[in-house]
């Protein structure tokens, strides 16, 4: 879809109804670096109104617990009937390949049909002539859900579905860099669900924190950066709203010395480029063995050459543009300070002479603890390979950071990785893989990576309290 074939009109979805705002912001082409529409800037009486119509809607819905069910199936329907709608859009307002987007629409309905059919069974703790206690959960109220733009619609479905599934209504926005797609997913999800359950609003970071601070939520979803999740998580203590924080990562992988460089650096690459680097448990440095560390840097700077980078909509295309200026000035800062530090781009190290916010893949050899790439998160094409002398060294640098999101260890021996990996302080850790998620697979961060978890029945008690019934049995 060119810019020009874009729809022209994208609104808010409040009260099961489209919604214009009086006021609209840029919306921009990363590959192209031309604004390609206009998206709602929500008015603070909107935004009442959206966090009211879910509090209504929530007072029929938390009770219809079969109807939740069946309404999720067929929201999942309603999304793969809108893939070829929706995706483009994605890919025009992100700059992920097409394919990329509509794999992630799909993901959609595989997260919307997960939740439709997880049943939460009621516990029973004790069931006798003296008592019958009962541990069951209940909804929370109106969730507000916040989300980043590296992910829109699928890290939106982790929210939605174990939210709505938990008998709670929802609040939406997307981040003011790609708030199209959910619009649309949004508009054409109001068509099956009733009015009210799920709203769409837009608008610059402040409509984020009014949504933090508006007194109607009881819980507040946010996936995005750690400096944007303190502020959510202080905005939310005031009310004890309840809060999930899904944050960055500064995913570290460890390479054994008896891995094959060949066989793991496709594995490694795309753990780590995926998404043009901008994926939360991403790869952000490798640690790799002194014997190994020339054959490991070859083998990820051929994947960097070989990959095929351009506008997402191109067929053919694998990494599209950075996402947004902020983060392309960013990301060439990180790697400008480590080549003055003494880091060599072997491949990339450059943004090429073409429109829009393109990095060239870039491989950081010679790259060390100390130097920002590898301390913070770049979130962007740029890999630094760092190496080690010894394991226990690896495993204390690896751990050595305020992030915990995830890690993997490559080994040609499993259980000689697995003794590793059991040593890092993360949420997830993967072995000889990394990026493999599911929606019955719990994910969350530890240390600043977060708070709580999203995914799986643990992911769906987020959106809920226990709430103990005890009954006295005829005898007491
Ligand atoms: O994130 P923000 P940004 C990291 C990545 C990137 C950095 C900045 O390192 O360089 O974050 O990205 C909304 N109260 N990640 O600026 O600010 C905002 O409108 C409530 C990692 O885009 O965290 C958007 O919808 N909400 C991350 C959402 O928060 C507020 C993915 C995320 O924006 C708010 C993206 C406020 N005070 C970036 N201010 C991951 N974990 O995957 C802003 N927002």
New binding site residues.
């Given amino acids: 879809m060119t810019s020009s074939e874009l729809p022209v009109n994208f609104a808010m979805t409040i009260d099961g109804a489209a919604v214009p705002a009086p006021q609209t912001f840029d919306v921009v082409n990363p590959a192209t670096g031309q604004v390609i529409a206009q998206a709602p800037d929500c008015a603070p009486d909107q935004l009442d109104a959206a966090m009211h119509s879910a509090q209504q809607a929530y007072q029929l819905w938390r009770h219809e617990k079969s109807a939740r069910r069946d309404l999720l199936l067929k929201a999942a329907d309603e999304v793969l009937a809108a893939v070829d709608e929706i995706a483009p859009i994605l890919t025009a307002e992100q700059g992920k390949p097409l394919a990329d987007a509509q794999m992630e629409v799909r993901s959609v309905a595989l997260w919307f049909r997960y939740y439709a059919n997880l049943e939460v069974p009621v516990e029973v703790i004790q069931d006798d002539a003296k008592a019958r206690i009962e541990v069951r959960r209940r909804s929370l109220g109106v969730v507000a859900a916040?989300?980043?733009?590296?992910f829109p619609l699928s890290l939106a479905a982790w929210k939605i579905a174990p939210a709505l599934r938990a008998g709670n209504t929802m609040v939406l926005?997307?981040?003011?860099?790609t708030p199209l797609a959910t619009l649309k997913m949004v508009e054409r999800l109001a068509r099956v669900l009733p009015p009210g359950v799920l709203n769409a609003v837009s608008g610059r970071?402040p409509l984020?924190?009014s949504?933090?601070q508006h007194p109607v939520p009881r819980k507040i979803s946010?996936?995005?950066?750690v400096t944007?999740g303190k502020?959510?998580a202080e905005?939310a203590a005031g009310d004890l709203k309840r809060v999930t924080l899904?944050?960055?990562g500064n995913d570290p992988a460890i390479v054994l010395d008896d891995a094959d460089p060949a066989r793991i650096a496709d594995g490694l690459f795309w753990s780590a480029f995926r998404n043009n680097g901008q994926v939360?448990s991403a790869i952000k440095r490798v640690y790799v063995p002194e014997a190994l560390y020339a054959d490991v840097v070859d083998a990820l700077a051929e994947k960097a050459r070989s990959a095929r980078v351009g506008d997402g909509a191109e067929p053919g295309t694998q990494l599209g543009p950075v996402n947004n200026e902020p983060?392309l000035t960013?990301v060439a800062g990180l790697v400008e300070e480590a080549v003055a530090r003494g880091a060599e781009a072997v491949t990339g190290g450059r943004a090429p002479d073409r429109p829009g916010y393109f990095y060239e893949p870039t491989i950081l050899a010679g790259a060390s603890d100390g130097m920002r790439v590898v301390d913070e998160?770049q979130?962007g094409p740029v890999l630094p390979v760092v190496p080690y002398h010894d394991v226990e060294e690896a495993i204390a640098r690896a751990n050595g950071t305020h992030f915990g999101l995830s890690g993997s260890v490559w080994s040609a021996d499993g259980d000689r990785a697995a003794e590793v990996a059991d040593r890092l302080e993360c949420g997830t850790v993967w072995i000889n893989t990394h990026l493999a998620l599911r929606p019955d697979q719990p994910f969350g961060g530890a240390k600043w990576s977060g708070l709580g978890v999203e995914n799986g029945p643990w992911g769906l008690y987020g959106f809920t309290e226990l709430k103990v019934v005890h009954r006295a049995g005829v005898t007491s």
């Fill in positions: 916040i989300t980043p733009w590296n926005k997307p981040s003011p860099y970071d984020g924190a949504m933090t946010f996936t995005g950066s944007t502020r959510v905005a899904e944050l960055g939360c983060q960013r998160e979130f």
